[in-house]
């Protein structure tokens, strides 16, 4: 290719980026993202740490999250897929 060609492609590309209209992505937002959770407990940071056990296929682990409860509320809802709990704790 040659470089006047280049030159001219180039152009025309920004030529073409120039024009065209650019919008930034409007910053995160929990509340106005859709989904039957509920706004007033926003889970803000999860720490999970996994034991495998090869031999048995299976594993054990520890699960933290960190909640920012809005506003007062009656319960909070953890979902899991065949958990097993020995032990749940709130701070």
Known sequence: MSSRRLAAELAA???VAAVAPVRAEAPFAFATTP????????PVEYALHLHPDIAT?????????????L???RSIVMHAL??????DATR
Request: charged share 25%; no cysteine; aromatic share 4%.
């Open 71 to 73: 506003q007062p509320t």
């Open 82 to 87: 065949e958990r097993r709990s020995n032990r």
């Open 57 to 69: 296929r299976s594993f054990s682990g520890m699960q933290t999250v960190t909640l920012d409860v």
């Open 35 to 42: 989904g039957v959770l509920p706004k007033e407990v926003v």
């Open 13 to 15: 590309a920004l030529a």
